[in-house]
């Protein structure tokens, strides 16, 4: 059963707007979540974090905000650009003796039309 | 900014062949993992090392050996391939316990026939 769920494959949006991409999760453990993104052939990069004391964290044109309560995450891209059109992984993060588990979702492809 | 390394790109097998893949990172990071990418599945965690000659397994390690004898490189070797191990293979490092994200490889697209 899938702990981080993007219930989204696909998302296409117009170049300007806003990008919203969900994630939910089901363990109340993870402490730490995480968004990827990932152009074909080539490996995932990291992206934007926040940890669960927070509830929002800013980098430029990407948002994350967190909902502990619903155990749902979001990212926003505000404006999307067509450079952004990419696959877009969630993962969460929980301590696991010596390192940190991390479980990922299957991602969201992004396409952003000129 | 070489970053992480992943060598080959592509491979073919045949079933019960034998492999090794290469993973070299330049940025003297700690940790190091191996991952797997499969269609309608996340990433998964094939094995990981917190150090120079440490290893440890991950959620995916059956058919799989892993080895860290230097703190730059991670090698992933497949005994005797089987079919189920057609794949994307991603290498990745962090300089700690994953909080601040990993660099990736760009990956290994493995068949196996």
């Known amino acids: 059963d899938q702990q981080v769920k993007q219930n989204s494959p696909s998302l296409s949006v117009q170049e300007g707007r806003i990008s919203i991409l969900n994630c939910d999760y089901t363990?109340?453990?993870?402490?730490?979540f995480l968004w990827y993104k990932k152009y074909p052939a080539e490996g995932p990069t990291f992206l934007i974090s926040i940890s669960s004391i927070k509830d929002k964290n800013e980098d430029g044109r990407f948002t994350v905000f967190l909902n502990k309560s619903a155990k749902h995450l979001s990212l926003h891209i505000v404006p999307s650009q067509p450079g952004d059109s990419a696959v877009y992984f969630c993962?969460?993060?929980?301590?696991?003796?010596?390192?940190?588990?991390?479980?990922w979702g299957l991602g969201t492809s992004l396409a952003v039309n000129p | 900014n070489a970053g992480v390394t992943q060598t080959p790109k592509f491979r073919v097998l045949k079933t019960g062949q034998s492999m090794t893949l290469l993973c070299a990172q330049d940025?003297?990071?700690?940790?190091m993992y191996w991952y797997r990418q499969d269609p309608g599945m996340g990433l998964r965690l094939i094995h990981y090392?917190?150090?120079?000659?440490?290893?440890a397994k991950g959620e995916v390690p059956d058919g799989y050996n892993v080895s860290r004898l230097k703190k730059q490189n991670f090698l992933l070797g497949l005994e005797s391939a089987a079919p189920s191990q057609t794949s994307v293979y991603f290498c990745a490092s962090s300089p700690n316990r994953a909080l601040y994200g990993y660099t990736f490889g760009s990956g290994t697209r493995l068949t196996v026939v």
């Open positions: 363990n109340s453990m993870f402490d730490y």
């Open positions: 940025m003297n990071h700690e940790y």
């Open positions: 090392s917190v150090g120079e000659g440490t290893t």
């Open positions: 993962a969460a993060s929980q301590e696991a003796g010596n390192n940190r588990k991390l479980i």
